[in-house]
């Protein structure tokens, strides 16, 4: 994810609040976090479009409290089918902003607790890197209580 060029837009979801200070309340959260916040270095050789005079230009890092690929190496044989497996995300599952959990993969528990850096949350957000459906995004649904995700 760090290799991503594109920046977002940004405004504020409380009234009057700009783009700008939401990038400040994003910045501060995350020096709360401990994680530290540096301004984006822009890396694209195109311009931007003019954007409203509330909004600004922000990188995904910048407004998010942690960015990460999925797990990277084998998984078949860690894959189950009991009643305590894991559901473990893959970009086929990962449509326009829906998750299609009906042909999802499943692996075990302790599996799942070893890969740390990409167990999901609610509400997080999954973007596809690569393959046919590459720039598909959803949201991980409410409902998932666990849940992993592979490269």
């Known amino acids: ?21 939401y990038l400040t309340q994003c910045c501060r959260r995350k020096t709360e976090l401990g ?3 540096q301004p984006s270095v822009p890396r694209y050789n195109f311009s931007l479009p003019n954007i409203p005079d509330n909004w600004c230009w922000a990188s995904l890092s910048e407004v998010s ?12 044989e860690f894959f189950s089918n009991s009643e305590d497996s894991v559901p473990l995300i893959r970009s086929q599952d990962v449509r326009p902003g829906v998750l299609h959990l009906d042909a999802t993969g499943r692996i075990t528990p302790e599996f799942h607790r070893k890969l740390k850096k990409s167990k999901l949350r ?30």
């Open 1 to 21: 994810m760090t290799s991503i060029t594109c920046a977002i837009l940004t405004t504020g979801s409380e009234g009057d609040k700009s783009g700008a200070d």
């Open 35 to 37: 994680r530290g916040c």
């Open 65 to 76: 409290e942690r960015v990460s690929v999925g797990h990277v190496g084998p998984t078949t």
């Open 122 to 151: 609610a509400g997080d957000i999954l973007f596809v890197r690569v393959g046919a459906n590459r720039g598909d995004c959803c949201v991980v649904p409410e409902d998932i209580e666990e849940a992993n995700c592979a490269n």
